[in-house]
């Protein structure tokens, strides 16, 4: 199992270099609307539970969660892992990070 987390400088050259990973933004709708990391899933913490159905394909794909800080997407990636996803990985330091 893989469960190294990312950075934002090692997310962002993926990205630069066409990749396309599944990125999952745990933060509000209204702060995912303020700004976010293009093609990145928007599903609120609180949600997640409830959400986990849509995401029942991912569980053996890598799964990059983020939100602000990095706090609240350690805690779906910790229920994450739990529900059986083998390779999620959070985003360390969180958009505030990624957006530098």
């Not at 934002?8 to 990391?37: C, F, M, Y």
């Not at 293009?38 to 409830?50: D, E, H, V, W, Y």
């Not at 890598?62 to 985003?91: D, P, W, Y």
Request: include cysteine.
């Amino acid at each position: 199992m893989i469960t190294t987390d990312i950075t934002a400088e090692e997310l962002k050259e993926r990205l630069s270099k066409g990749e396309t990973p599944v990125i999952i933004d745990v933060r509000e709708d209204w702060e995912h609307q303020e700004g976010n990391i293009a093609g990145a899933q928007n599903i609120p913490l609180g949600t997640l539970p409830q959400r986990l159905e849509d995401l029942e394909d991912l569980k053996e794909q890598e799964v990059i969660v983020h939100c602000k800080s990095g706090a609240r997407s350690a805690s779906a990636k910790a229920f994450m892992q739990q529900q059986g996803f083998t390779n999620v990985r959070n985003l360390l330091g969180g958009f505030q990070n990624y957006k530098g």
